[in-house]
């Protein structure tokens, strides 16, 4: 009889791997990084443990969007006081603020709880192809 194995904290192995986002589009970034921070990518997938790898996103300054969306799509936030809802365009959003644009996208994501919290402080986003994680070797990941 086949037992479905259920990864325990200690038991977790995580690898580092770094996405370069020259030329790709921002949503197919973000879907295929999300799948590596929750760890959907490995066998013994555990959904209450937080079993994902690190990621270094590089190049964020150079992620493309399609469509006309640099126009059309809007990011909202509000302070809770009144007039303080602050709108921003997704072009204002890739020239000002590439790397909370990046994490935005990615944050949507993953699971909005605890373990969701988690999972977001393995996720490193640089605007250029520099990054100061050299020294955990990571694997160069090909995003379609």
Known sequence: MRQTTMLKPAEVKRT????DGEGKTLGRLATQVATILRGKNK????P???CGDYVI???ADKIQITGDQDFKKFY?????YPGGLRTRSTREMRENYTVEWVEKA???MLPHTKLGDVMRTHLFVYVGNKHPHAA???VVLEVK
Do not use: E, R
Request: hydrophobic share 30%; net charge positive.
């Open 57 to 59: 996103v590089v190049n």
């Open 136 to 138: 955990q070797k990571p």
């Open 106 to 108: 990615i944050k949507g």
């Open 16 to 19: 580092w791997y770094v996405v």
């Open 48 to 50: 209450n443990v937080d």
């Open 76 to 80: 909202y936030s509000h302070s809770q």
């Open 43 to 46: 066998p013994a997938y555990t």
